[in-house]
């Protein structure tokens, strides 16, 4: 009987019981500025990963404004409510205010070298920034990325606004933040992402 009743809650609670937790690391890309906060990529990814009946809960620490510099504080503020992953998502304003690129690695590398300290496993989202301040300086912003999740062995992830970029349609009127159509193209890429890389963690 007792063996029957646990049975039964396991199936009332569902996968939650054995859920794990992401978390979205991030600025205001992340924090869903000016579209309502169920629209915001995260959210939906979670949707979509309760529509799979998935064990993974995932949530969001965005901050609007927040630089790289940020990176290390935050990520360890995080770390307490001690999540399986945590998928990192700075640097947007860094490269928006034309900050020094080694600068930004130095932030960056600081917080992926505290990750592997205290076996914090990290999925290191890609960034790329508009060609105001010169191909050059976006060419060698872009390479941030890719060049340390290699040195620091993480999942390296998609550009988060892949096919959403520089398209009008999919973006609010400062040309930055994706609207409501824009987060839905977001969503359906990192989520196709996650899906192929979150077994193997």
């Known amino acids: 009987m007792k063996r029957l009743l646990i049975i039964l809650l396991i199936n009332l609670l569902g996968c939650h019981v054995f859920a794990k937790k992401l978390i979205f690391l991030g600025d205001s890309l992340t924090e869903g500025y000016g579209v309502a906060q169920e629209a915001a990529f995260p959210q939906i990814i979670q949707q979509k990963f309760r529509a ?22 935050r990520l360890k503020w995080i770390s307490k409510d001690k999540p399986d992953v945590v998928f ?30 205290n076996k914090v496993k990290i999925i290191l989202g890609q960034l790329h920034v508009p060609p105001n301040y010169g191909k050059d300086y976006a060419k060698k912003f872009a390479a941030i990325f890719p060049r340390l999740a290699k040195k620091y062995k ?12 520089g398209n009008s349609k999919l973006n609010q009127a400062d040309a930055i933040h994706p609207n409501e159509k824009g987060h839905q193209i977001v969503a359906e890429n990192i989520y196709n992402y996650l899906k192929q890389v979150l077994p193997k963690l």
């Open 52 to 73: 799979d009946k998935s064990a993974w809960e995932i949530s969001a620490s965005g901050s609007s404004g927040s630089t790289s510099a940020s990176t290390l504080s």
């Open 88 to 117: 990192i998502l700075m640097g947007s304003n860094d490269g928006l205010r034309g900050l020094k690129v080694e600068e930004t690695e130095k932030n960056l590398s600081e917080a992926l070298q505290w990750a592997a300290d």
């Open 154 to 165: 993480v999942k390296l992830g998609p550009f988060l606004l892949e096919n959403v970029a």
